[in-house]
């Protein structure tokens, strides 16, 4: 995958606010202070894209990044931070579940874990909502790098008991600081996108065969006459 054209859009602040153009969505959600941003900017190769900061619960709105003039890259708000008010938790769980609500082309999740504690509660509510809804959705495992190697085994055993439906679930434990997995999201947006371009030729195709269809019916009628 080569992204060659990675934009800002928009934020949002209401479900309104959202684009409403046909390209395709790829999502991205956590808790706040995850790793989200640093994600985002390595998968585009454009640091800064996301804004990384180390106060959790910066993420207040959905940020739409344009990407190949193809798709929207979907940075949702972060959840699960502690110091913010009861009715700013429910205006942001209002503003994802109204995202997710949206007859958008939504194509993936991309949910995002701290490898190195089991999930919170936040977390699997999440996931068990994604399943729930039948939501495509990879788990990316973040700040892989702060374990062991008998560690990272144990926390990937542990997490196949832990997650609901784990071994439906695709797992990447991912480094911002060494790169560890940004590889195989790559792989999978790639995936993503050829299809995205095979299901825009089909419709280029179908388009020219009944605007072609349309040419003989007129033809024909013209000769009717």
């Known amino acids: 995958m080569q992204i060659t054209k990675a934009e800002f859009k928009c934020s949002s602040e209401r479900i309104s606010q959202v684009p409403k153009d046909d390209l395709k969505d790829i999502a991205f959600i956590g808790r706040s202070n995850v790793g989200k941003s640093s994600l985002i900017n390595m998968l585009t190769a454009r640091t800064g894209l996301a804004k990384v900061s180390g106060t959790p619960g910066?993420?207040?709105?959905?940020?739409?990044?344009?990407?190949?003039?193809?798709?929207?890259?979907?940075?949702?708000?972060?959840?699960?931070?502690?110091?913010?008010?009861?009715?700013?938790?429910?205006?942001?769980?209002?503003?994802?579940?109204?995202?997710?609500?949206?007859?958008?082309?939504?194509?993936?999740?991309?949910?995002?874990?701290?490898?190195?504690?089991?999930?919170?509660?936040?977390?699997?509510?999440?996931?068990?909502?994604?399943?729930?809804?039948?939501?495509?959705?990879?788990?990316?495992?973040?700040?892989?790098?702060?374990?062991?190697?008998?560690?990272?085994?144990?926390?990937?055993?542990?997490?196949?008991r832990e997650l609901p439906c784990a071994d439906q679930i695709i797992k990447i434990p991912f480094s911002a600081e060494t790169g560890e997995g940004v590889d195989a999201v790559k792989a999978i947006v790639a995936e993503i996108e050829r299809d995205c371009a095979e299901e825009a030729r089909e419709e280029d195709d179908r388009a020219s065969m009944d605007a072609h269809e349309a040419e003989k019916d007129a033809g024909g009628y013209a000769d009717d006459m």
């Open 58 to 160: 910066k993420t207040r709105l959905i940020n739409h990044f344009r990407i190949n003039d193809a798709w929207y890259l979907v940075d949702l708000p972060g959840y699960g931070y502690a110091k913010v008010s009861k009715g700013e938790k429910r205006r942001w769980a209002e503003l994802i579940e109204g995202y997710f609500a949206q007859e958008r082309d939504l194509r993936v999740v991309f949910q995002l874990i701290d490898m190195r504690h089991p999930p919170t509660a936040d977390d699997l509510t999440m996931i068990d909502f994604l399943i729930d809804r039948e939501l495509p959705f990879v788990a990316v495992l973040t700040k892989a790098d702060k374990l062991s190697k008998k560690q990272r085994e144990e926390r990937l055993a542990a997490l196949e």
